[in-house]
Each structure stands twice: as C-alpha cells, then as structure tokens.
C-alpha cells in the first residue's frame, strides 16, 4: 500500500475490481493532465466486499478534480469494442 502524502486526495473507482496494477494505471491515466504526479495501486476494502479497487492518487499539485475530458477514472472494466459496434436489424 502507497502511503497518502500530506496534501494529496485520492479518488477509487465505483466497482470491477483491481485484476492488477499495470490495469491499475491505465485506469487513472485519464487523470493526468501534465500537471503533478498520479499514482496508482489496488487496495482491499473493508466489509464484505471481495475484491479490491483501483485507487488513483495526486500529488505534487495534480488536480483532484482534473478538467474533463476525458472521464477520470477511467471506467473499470473498459466498454468493449464489441458492444460499441453493433449494427440494427433491419
């Protein structure tokens, strides 16, 4: 677990999990918008939920809240290019 930095905010995405880091980073690399650091690492969260989130850290100035777009944190898991292609019967 990465220890939270004095003045730094975090932000987890809303369900699908943590498979593992690498995805991880590729789910908060919409945050980053040239300003700060984002980091990223799964965390296990209390209760009865099974499996872990992908949490996106800022530091050194990054916007919590960075200007959209796009969409920061990614979704988790990404649309598949197969639901975004389908066609209309006739």
Known sequence: MVPKAEGACEK????????DVKQ????????????????????APGGDIPYAQCICTFLEGAPCEPP???RCP??????????LNKTLPL
């Open 12 to 19: 987890a995405t809303i369900g699908g999990g943590c498979p």
């Open 74 to 83: 990614a979704l988790w898991p990404p649309p598949s290019h197969l639901a």
């Open 24 to 43: 991880c980073e590729e789910t908060c690399l919409p945050c980053y918008r040239g300003v700060g650091i984002v980091r990223a690492y799964c965390s």
């Open 68 to 70: 959209a777009p796009p």
